[in-house]
């Protein structure tokens, strides 16, 4: 075979072939040694052909053609290591391509571009795109019978191609031809992830929508909703919005709405209600609205039908919350009222606490205030302010009055907590504080109106009613809970009434600043997420007007706040409202800029935003520089939105308390709750353990609030134990003695039955009201001596913005409550995995209704219902599957 193979490539130079022959010879023979019989016969074979190839005669060269084509064919329909005919024409494919360039135009031409294309797949050079060139002159035929590697390589090179294209500006239609098969054939082979990359790189996600097909467009979206967290914007909408159009073409209605809601598009919301013709379908869209919190108004195009529609606004307005809360609760047993005193457990610990326990200090009774408030929320019965019917002297009077002055706010405020959502019993309960004759009971009163109102809308306007006229009282305290609870009712309603109201307190030169600065909060929550301009405005101008002495106060940081929560989420729509701030006072303009930006870009993982947050808190300033605590905030809110972000947050936190000034480390834990709040993940937990012995007391303040938060609602045992040895550490040290029992109280939030993260639908969805209820209590504890633990730590009561069942309660067809097996499991991240992988790991089955922890996943464990939503959590309506047998 040697002197053939000698003959066959050294015809060109006869001369320089006795000198190659024999080291070649040498490496040939050795090589062939080696190889089996069945593989040296290939070898051959392959050579002959490559011969053929070049031989003048056409029907010669066709026949090698195709015997080479059939080869290569059926050794890469399935790749798992080099292919056999590629190894062994390595060493031909020079020869070849020069043979390729002498060749006239002809389909045998092409033919053999197709084959040198197959061989670039392993013999081309780094960047020369090989194997595009030849397949871009080479003939139309199906990509895929060539496999499945050639079919991704070419994609890979197309990608670059396209990018160098489009700098030269040259034509790209032969590109998006190829694409155009490439993605057919991906579609096909549950490849989509790799067909939805291909498009994004040659920008071109439209065509998507023609090859997806009921088989295969939900694991496509699931991969598109996903890639969008990663995606620059405006990339990431774009993407969002093929996903959405998807779902509504193969009617997946409900994960259409979520994406609608996402992208907090009314239009949306309303295509979707128009193309469902199911009425139990559009229940279970206006179960999601009402998680979302969001106040979307139906119209006659959406339900014709009065009646339906009146069902369905009773859904939306949250009317049945309170119920599906209840039932939850005694199923689960826990409706028996708890007191403070079993939240602290002080018989665990050793003799001082407990000694110390029991003064009856006012700051004690204040804290034993809210801890009864978080413990009993929303089950209208408690040990301390609603008194047994049985006993004539009414205990919650005698509650109210062992707290001193602004003490007593808070405590008739708790009553609106304990019977938060049940706006009837609530209302009637709080009636009689109106007559008292206590400026402070009356502003708590007021307060827990907006408590009980919070999150349930209602058409005849109960809180607007109430309220509407103590807003221009002449007492201070009277008109703070009077627009508190104005702002906790009516958070993201956009209530143009409200909204004049208040922007008139904001412009009244005689208006006290705590007044202003709660109005402006207020404003904030009721237009959160709207870029309302005019409010904005008049924001901008109370600020403006402030003296040099106001601009010093604590509070003042609440009108930066209500500008910042107008904008939240909404990227770059801030930017007019930021060069504005640029022109403020110096003393606040810096904590004007970083709020803003904080907000603006809070849950969407922008990660240039977080790195000039990093910057501006690697910055060593004054100590009286307050604008670095909102920055810090600014990176929690921002990188909350996804759990790569999150951990990476985490880590730059910790350095920032190694290296921060104290005012940043003072924010730090505040931050490291946000991230994971409701949520105790065990390093954080550890870092703010050890923060809370911190020798700066606010630091200690902070982490130990922040405890509170990691745990809230989780009745988590470790957070219990540590708090509870706090308690005793700090039994002396009076304002951290309060915070302790705070985060006590948090921890236990509604008996573990509630949740404050404002994420729900699996992570995906943000509530705005939510966390603008979060935020605003974490910018009031940046100054934890002056506002969370003076005088105004009544802000505590807007965390209730963020308060949520975590349940999952299944409902039938009448909306009454029906018990399934679900199996509750952690979640498991499926995207892009072949096949029908296990969407949840270590699973439990329970009987619904069920607590969902963080991180957790339901599924029904039986097929006899079918789920109108494809997310289990909240209000689930299922129907009866009409092809279920039972087994007999």
Not at 763 to 780: D, E, Q, V
Not at 798 to 809: K, S, Y
Not at 847 to 869: C, F, M, N, Q
């Amino acid at each position: 075979m040697a002197p053939d193979l000698n003959k066959a490539s050294g015809s060109a130079s006869k001369n320089e072939a006795p000198v190659k022959a024999p080291p070649s010879k040498k490496k040939e023979d050795k090589k062939d040694e080696d190889l089996s019989e069945e593989d040296l016969a290939l070898k051959q074979q392959l050579e002959l052909y490559v011969e053929r190839v070049q031989d003048p005669e056409p029907g010669i060269q066709k026949l090698a053609l195709e015997s080479l084509r059939q080869e290569i064919r059926s050794s890469t329909s399935s790749m798992t290591s080099v292919p056999k005919p590629l190894k062994f024409l390595r060493a031909h494919y020079g020869a070849l391509k020069a043979h390729y360039e002498t060749m006239a135009e002809s389909d045998l031409k092409k033919y053999l571009a197709d084959i040198l294309s197959v061989l670039a797949l392993t013999m081309s050079a780094e960047g020369e795109r090989e194997s595009l060139k030849y397949r871009l002159l080479g003939s139309e035929g199906d990509i895929g019978s060539w496999g499945h590697e050639y079919v991704r390589n070419l994609a890979g090179e197309i990608a670059q191609e396209y990018t160098k294209r489009q700098t030269e500006e040259a034509p790209i239609h032969d590109l998006i031809e190829l694409v155009q098969q490439i993605v057919a054939f991906h579609m096909k082979h549950n490849a989509e992830p790799e067909a939805v990359d291909l498009l994004m790189e040659v920008e071109d996600l439209d065509i998507l929508s023609k090859h997806v097909d009921k088989t295969n467009f939900k694991r496509t979206c699931l991969y598109l909703t996903s890639a969008a967290k990663y995606l620059p914007g405006p990339d990431d909408l774009v993407v969002l919005k093929i996903a959405y159009e998807i779902y509504l073409k193969f009617g997946e209605y409900a994960s259409a709405l979520q994406i609608a809601l996402f992208l907090d598009n009314s239009q949306y919301i309303k295509q979707v209600y128009i193309s469902c013709d199911d009425s139990l379908q559009k229940k279970q869209f206006s179960y999601i609205l009402a998680r979302h919190g969001s106040a979307f108004v139906l119209d006659d195009d959406i339900s014709a039908d009065d009646v339906d529609r009146e069902v369905l606004e009773e859904i939306i307005n949250n009317t049945k919350l309170s119920e599906g809360y209840l039932t939850l609760a005694r199923d689960i047993e826990v409706m028996e009222p708890k007191s403070p005193e079993d939240i602290y457990k002080a018989h665990l610990l050793d003799g001082r606490a407990s000694a110390g326990a029991s003064v009856d200090s006012a700051r004690q009774n204040l804290a034993a205030t809210f801890v009864n408030a978080f413990v009993n929320a929303g089950f209208g019965q408690d040990k301390l302010m609603t008194p047994p019917t049985d006993s004539s002297s009414g205990g919650s009077g005698n509650w109210l009055f062992k707290n001193k002055e602004h003490g007593k706010t808070s405590a008739a405020a708790s009553l609106g907590m304990i019977l938060m959502w049940d706006v009837d019993s609530g209302l009637a309960q709080l009636d009689k504080y109106f007559h008292s004759n206590d400026n402070h009971v009356i502003a708590g009163a007021l307060l827990g109106v907006g408590i009980v109102n919070c999150g349930i809308r209602n058409d005849c306007d109960p809180a607007l009613a109430l309220l509407d006229d103590f807003v221009d009282k002449e007492d201070p305290s009277v008109r703070i809970g009077a627009i508190m609870g104005l702002g906790i009712a009516y958070a993201g309603t956009q209530n143009e009434q409200i909204c004049s109201k208040l922007s008139g307190i904001l412009s009244d030169a005689k208006a006290p600043l705590d007044v202003i600065a709660f109005s402006a909060i207020s404003l904030g929550l009721v237009c959160v997420s709207s870029c309302n301009e005019e409010v904005a405005q008049a924001i901008i101008f109370a600020l403006m007007d402030r003296s040099e002495s106001e601009l010093q106060e604590p509070l003042i940081r609440f009108l930066p706040l209500g500008l910042g929560l107008l904008y939240l989420g909404k990227q770059e729509r801030v930017d007019a409202t930021a060069e504005v701030s640029k022109t403020f006072n110096e003393k606040i303009r810096k904590y004007c800029d970083m709020t803003l930006l904080s907000c603006a870009y809070a849950g969407t993982g922008n990660v240039l935003k977080v790195q000039n947050l990093l910057g501006h808190c690697a910055e060593h300033l004054e100590k009286s520089e307050t604008h670095q605590g909102p920055a810090v905030l600014g990176i929690a809110m921002i990188a909350m939105a996804e759990e790569l972000g999150l951990e990476m947050a985490i880590r730059s936190l910790e350095h920032l308390l190694q290296y921060g000034e104290q005012n940043i480390r003072r924010a730090v834990p505040l931050a490291l709750g946000l991230l994971c709040i409701s949520n105790p993940k065990v390093n954080v937990m550890d870092t703010l353990s050890r923060l809370s012995h911190d020798t700066d007391s606010e630091v200690a303040m902070a982490a130990v609030i922040s405890l509170g938060l990691i745990g809230a609602g989780t009745n988590n045992a470790r957070i219990a134990g540590m708090l509870r040895n706090l308690s005793s550490y700090y039994y002396k040290d009076a304002p951290l003695l309060f915070c302790v029992r705070i985060a006590q109280g948090l921890v236990h939030l509604g008996k573990g039955l509630l949740t404050l993260n404002p994420y729900h639908s699996d992570r995906f969805l943000l509530s705005p009201t939510a966390l603008a209820g979060l935020i605003t209590m974490l910018h009031a504890c940046l100054d934890m001596k002056n506002i969370a633990s003076g005088k105004y730590h009544y802000v505590l009561y807007f965390l209730v913005l963020a308060m949520q069942p975590r349940m999952l309660l299944t409902v039938d067809e009448n909306l009454k409550p029906l018990s399934v097996p679900v199996r509750v499991g952690q979640a498991v991240d499926v995207v892009g995995q072949a096949g029908r992988p296990k969407t949840i790991t270590g699973f439990q089955t329970h009987s619904t209704p069920v607590l969902l922890a963080a991180g957790d996943r339901a599924e029904l464990a039986t097929e006899k219902y079918i789920p109108l939503s494809p997310i289990l959590e909240g209000f689930v309506i299922l129907k009866e599957n009409p092809d279920y047998r039972e087994d007999l």
